[in-house]
């Protein structure tokens, strides 16, 4: 079965800093990935999902997402991250009809 | 949009009570799942079900049951609520893309 490896637990970050959050799932063959993000109080909502097709992935509020089937990874950017970037991070894999989630990223955005 | 609703935000139970937790989602989606969430776990899912009537154990099916009479709406059940299984419970759905959607979550205290 697929697994998901998120290695960044927590990330403190400067506004205006660029923002990686690393993903990488167990193995390949066809894939399909995601990006959900938590806002403080709010629910899970998708930032960005990549099915086919172009690797660099344009999601939400700015974000973006590469997929590099040669290293297993779908790392989450931003170029400049802002203070409401603030929030906790998820990447899944699709494997059959559910979806395999990450630990997730603690992402903190200081002014 | 889609929406998916849960029944409480915050719920207070003692240990042995049982417990429902209701989902409900409008967008005639297939699937649904149940997903509890604790800090530096990420998202473990507990059941899902691909149809009416159907179910299927997802990762920590222990100590919970589920119902699903209708399409629309899928329950979870603790029999007899423990203290362990205190924390963060979202339910979602999806259709056979994968992409699932989130409800707001229901925070569990059994005390």
């Known amino acids: 079965a697929q697994s998901v490896s998120q290695h960044n637990h927590h990330v403190i970050l400067s506004e205006a800093a660029s923002l990686e959050l690393g993903c990488n799932y167990s193995?390949?063959?066809?894939?399909?990935l995601f990006w959900y993000v938590q806002y403080p109080g709010q629910h899970l909502q998708l930032l960005l999902k990549y099915f086919s097709g172009d690797p660099l992935v344009k999601g939400i509020k700015g974000f973006e997402a590469e997929f590099i089937k040669s290293k297993f990874s779908f790392n989450l950017r931003k170029p400049s991250g802002q203070w409401s970037d603030t929030a906790e991070y998820f990447c899944a894999v699709k494997d059959t009809d559910k979806l395999i989630f990450g630990t997730g990223t603690r992402l903190q955005v200081f002014p | 949009d889609v929406k998916v609703t849960q029944s409480s935000r915050y719920l207070v139970k003692r240990t042995g009570e049982k417990v429902f937790l209701e989902c409900v989602q409008d967008m005639d989606h297939e699937n649904m799942f149940w997903y509890r969430q604790d800090p530096g776990l990420g998202l473990r899912l507990i059941y899902f079900?691909?149809?009416?009537?159907?179910?299927e154990k997802g990762d920590i099916p222990e100590g919970y049951s589920v119902s699903r009479e209708k399409k629309e709406r899928f329950s979870l059940i603790l029999e007899s609520a423990s203290t362990n299984q205190t924390s963060m419970y979202l339910c979602?759905?999806?259709?056979?893309?994968?992409?699932?959607?989130f409800g707001p979550g229901t925070r569990l205290t059994v005390l």
């Open positions: 979602a759905s999806s259709l056979y893309s994968g992409e699932q959607f």
């Open positions: 193995y390949g063959g066809t894939v399909n």
């Open positions: 079900s691909y149809d009416v009537k159907m179910k």
